[in-house]
């Protein structure tokens, strides 16, 4: 910075000079003279102008939660396959940067690595003044420290986007009220329409559904999964009839009510056929 003004000031002084080379000089070069005896003595006393440019965060500060209170309810794991993927997933120019917190904050991640309590707000505190772009917190939510994490976010403005973990929930299988066609007439073929639905399998599971005395087996998707299946029935007499659709019950599932469900059919009179001859 100071060669670049240097660079300037000879060039000023060789301008404002240039009329005792030349004998007709120019009424103006007094102020310019007096401008570089000002610039002379702004530089030997220190007070030249800098210019700094600051370049925006390319950071994304990845903060993983290794407290006790993770590894009781089996997140522990996850979190740190979770925090590793997190690179991938992040938009181009921006790169993570990981933090492992409990009692303490400490860079990068260490499986071997974990504390008795969580102090989330002083690692909030901490991580945020290193000035990232934005902070991913994978956390439990559980909080010893005396630092309020949502008033350490509130005055950093920066964003902060949590995962949250949590004890396993079990899993359940779920079927809706079957759907019938508005108008049934006895000895017709209807579509019974059934919504099978569950969350929280591990992998694919073949479950047996059944409607009206009829039995498939099909196939419930780990995760949240939720499909259509259609029962062709045959309502053989007219009048109200009960439709019922249901599915076997799983070991371990968190509730039973909701694995069969009912409908309210209103069969009419079969179609009356007519031949009609002429002639």
Avoid: C
Avoid at 44 to 55: L, R
Avoid at 77 to 105: N, T, Y
Avoid at 123 to 133: E, F, I, M, Q
Avoid at 154 to 165: D, I
């Amino acid at each position: 910075m100071s060669i670049a003004v240097s660079i300037i000031l000879l060039v000023l002084v060789l301008f404002a000079y240039r009329g005792l080379l030349h004998p007709k000089g120019e009424p103006g070069l007094f102020v310019l003279r007096l401008a570089v005896l000002v610039m002379f003595v702004l530089m030997a006393t220190g007070q030249i102008v800098s210019f700094a440019w600051q370049e925006r965060p390319h950071r994304v500060a990845v903060l993983v939660d290794r407290s006790r209170s993770m590894e009781a309810v089996r997140a522990d794991s996850q979190a740190l396959e979770l925090a590793r993927q997190i690179g991938s997933f992040l938009p181009r120019g921006l790169k993570p940067q990981f933090w492992s917190f409990g009692d303490s904050v400490y860079s990068g991640i260490d499986a071997s690595r974990t504390y008795e309590q969580t102090r989330l707000g002083r690692a909030l505190d901490l991580v945020l003044k290193s000035g990232p772009a934005a902070v991913v917190l994978l956390s439990d939510g559980q909080d010893n420290g005396d630092m309020s994490p949502v008033g350490v976010v509130e005055q950093a403005h920066v964003p902060v986007y949590t995962v949250g973990f949590g004890q396993y929930a079990g899993y359940n299988l779920r079927v809706r009220e079957p759907e019938l066609p508005g108008l049934i007439y006895a000895g017709d073929t209807v579509q019974v329409r059934v919504y099978l639905s569950g969350y929280g399998l591990r992998e694919n599971l073949p479950v047996r559904v059944a409607v009206a005395g009829q039995e498939r087996i099909v196939i419930a998707g780990a995760g949240f999964s939720e499909q259509e299946i259609e029962f062709p029935v045959v309502f053989t007499q007219p009048g109200k009839k009960v439709v019922s659709v249901r599915v076997e019950s799983l070991p371990g599932e968190i509730t039973f009510v909701d694995n069969q469900a009912q409908a309210l059919a209103q069969v009419q009179p079969a179609r009356v056929r007519m031949v009609y001859f002429t002639n």
